[in-house]
């Protein structure tokens, strides 16, 4: 074992509350209760079978549709109840939003109220739990209105309409090999590794940063007949390595886990891609962005990447509703500009069906 000197998570915080020397210490308080509430998932997901806590939740227990119209699974359940469990008491919230909660979680009123909002999508990647894949939690801090904070009303879904730059702090959990916890307080991005021994999440990475330039992508590439124009113009130039345009090859990578995706490109840097497609025209994308793609959003931006919609900024897009979708661009700040210019010139690329993506057969007569 290593004696080699690391800050805990709780040391972190005090490092960056002297940035705010009138700061209460509410706001850290609060990171490390939603701190406490990965450490308890990430002990049920590492039970697994074992914890009798795959597979769907009994029908008398709750329902196992959320408001996403998909399928919970008994780890979504028990996680958002961790969340919602073990914030709730500390009177820093005055309010929550979950990816399994149809409306605003509100705090009881037997608990004392606070000035922020948490929003979270409590086991992302939960699809995929049965077969062992890695999974995670992600989350972000807003500030409540002043009214709600003076009055100690019920929150409302409008006030956690906020666009991504008022977040005062994200990050996600990953249930891996090792349990880590990513954070942004909007001073970089920092990465802790949780010490089963101690039961304390270590400073391991103090200071992420995503290479401007790379060679790996990911993308959903069953979803290619449904794409617009622009997205089958920067996958064929991928997929056409060093004798296209791009003059180099590149690798594709799928995990099915946004918020392992994320940590890949924060650890060696790439580009994800979940666009805006033709599937379903009623949804302009898949992942979600008050709790998916703004904290992962801010993430990236502190880490020195870029976060879009493939059109415009993440950060800069004003709400209209709790559980609002979007497409969702990240990465390697020049990949993402990319893509980003391939949205404003359309017209300048002929779609030529590259044949591994095409209708027609690969083998030919």
Not at 79 to 104: C, I, K, R, V
Not at 252 to 273: N, P, Q, T
């Amino acid at each position: 074992m290593t004696t080699r000197r690391r800050f805990t998570l709780t040391q972190y915080l005090i490092e960056q509350r002297r940035r705010f020397p009138g700061a209460s210490g509410d706001f850290n308080a609060l990171l490390l209760d939603v701190a406490l509430a990965c450490k308890a998932i990430a002990r049920t997901v590492a039970f697994g079978e074992l914890g009798s806590m795959l597979g769907q939740p009994a029908p008398d227990v709750t329902t196992s549709i959320n408001v996403q119209g998909e399928e919970q699974k008994k780890l979504d359940v028990i996680s958002n109840e961790y969340f919602t469990q073990m914030t709730e008491w500390g009177g820093h919230l005055a309010g929550m939003a979950s990816e399994e909660m149809d409306h605003p979680y509100q705090i009881p009123a037997t608990m004392q109220r606070g000035k922020y909002m948490l929003v979270f999508d409590p086991l992302d990647g939960s699809s995929n739990i049965d077969v062992n894949v890695t999974v995670g939690s992600i989350f972000s801090v807003l500030r409540a209105p002043q009214d709600a904070i003076d009055s100690g009303r019920d929150v409302v879904a409008a006030d956690f309409l906020q666009p991504g730059t008022q977040q005062l702090a994200a990050g996600y959990a990953l249930y891996g090999p090792t349990t880590m916890l990513v954070l942004t307080v909007g001073n970089g991005v920092a990465g802790f590794t949780l010490d089963p021994n101690l039961g304390q999440f270590m400073l391991t990475h103090p200071n992420l940063q995503i290479p401007e330039d790379t060679h790996e992508f990911a993308i959903n590439a069953s979803n290619s007949r449904f794409w617009e124009t622009p997205v089958k113009r920067y996958v064929d130039e991928c997929l056409a390595g060093k004798t296209g345009a791009r003059g180099k090859d590149f690798n594709m990578r799928w995990i099915a886990s946004m918020v392992a995706e994320a940590h890949r490109i924060l650890m060696r840097g790439g580009v994800f891609m979940y666009p805006r497609d033709t599937k379903d025209p009623s949804k302009n994308g898949r992942l979600r962005l008050l709790y998916e793609a703004n904290p992962v959003g801010m993430i990236i931006e502190q880490a020195g990447g870029r976060a879009s919609t493939g059109r415009e900024p993440m950060l800069t897009v004003k709400p209209t509703a709790l559980h609002q979708r979007i497409g969702f661009v990240f990465g390697s700040k020049n990949e993402v500009e990319r893509i980003e210019r391939y949205h404003r010139e359309p017209g300048a690329y002929k779609d030529d069906a590259n044949p591994l993506f095409a209708e027609r057969s690969l083998f030919r007569d």
